[in-house]
């Protein structure tokens, strides 16, 4: 198993454009979770989706991001437009859901760049 | 509100010395927490859980509800232990989610 695949795994791009990350999850987890790391705020949730469904986009930062879950094995994360505070390295994890939810499994990242 | 505080970005330390990787938490119901871990060009990993009371590689973390802490701990300190740390808080609430501490970067040196 390939585990949670993710891509690209790094994007550099000008300020203003549009940015879309992609997940794959483990097959069978019913959860997903989209984070961003930065030096200064650590591993912030972004947002959560259970079933495909979303539960918690608290923690999205701006109406400049948003994240969508159209089947159970492909996630997006889209930025638009993007700007250059959006630098950060991007995972995305998938879980089972019951007793053992707090186990998750993250992708390899996706670190972005915006010039 | 629900919160994990790591205090130190940065910890440095001599192999075969003990090391204390630091968490406090806050949180109005039953805590569950755990210790992520994030090795050199490898996924972020669980490492441990405070309900399992088990040691991995050596390290050990208690939950002392009094101090609401959840300090990450090992005797002697190994280089491939280098590696940067997440403590994480899960929320049952919608499912259950994970909030997790800003990170603490070891760091042994031979």
């Known amino acids: 198993d390939a585990g949670v695949i993710q891509s690209p795994r790094h994007e550099v791009t000008e300020m203003g454009q549009e940015v879309t990350l992609r997940c794959k999850p483990i097959?069978?987890?019913?959860?997903l979770f989209w984070y961003r790391q930065t030096m200064m705020r650590g591993l912030e949730l972004l947002i959560y989706?259970?079933?495909?469904?979303?539960?918690?986009d608290s923690g999205m930062p701006e109406d400049r991001f948003s994240a969508k879950m159209p089947n159970a094995s492909f996630s997006t994360l889209k930025i638009q437009p993007s700007e250059p505070r959006d630098s950060a390295v991007y995972f995305c994890?998938?879980?089972?859901?019951?007793?053992?939810?707090?186990?998750?499994?993250f992708g390899p990242g996706t670190r972005l760049t915006v010039t | 509100a629900q919160r994990v505080t790591q205090p130190e970005k940065l910890l440095s330390v001599f192999k075969g010395a003990p090391v204390e990787l630091k968490c406090n938490y806050s949180?109005?119901?039953?805590?569950?927490l755990f210790w992520y871990v994030q090795y050199s060009r490898q996924r972020l990993q669980l490492l441990l859980r405070?309900?399992s009371r088990e040691s991995i590689k050596g390290f050990t973390a208690d939950l002392n509800k009094g101090e609401t802490s959840f300090h990450l701990k090992k005797p002697f300190a190994q280089e491939e232990d280098s590696a940067m740390y997440y403590c994480?808080?899960?929320?049952?609430?919608?499912?259950?989610?994970?909030?997790f501490g800003q990170g603490t970067e070891l760091s042994v040196k031979p």
């Open positions: 994890a998938s879980s089972l859901g019951g007793a053992n939810s707090y186990e998750q499994y």
């Open positions: 097959s069978g987890h019913d959860y």
């Open positions: 989706f259970n079933n495909n469904v979303p539960i918690d």
């Open positions: 949180y109005s119901g039953s805590p569950e």
């Open positions: 405070h309900i």
């Open positions: 994480a808080l899960f929320i049952y609430n919608q499912g259950g989610k994970l909030i």
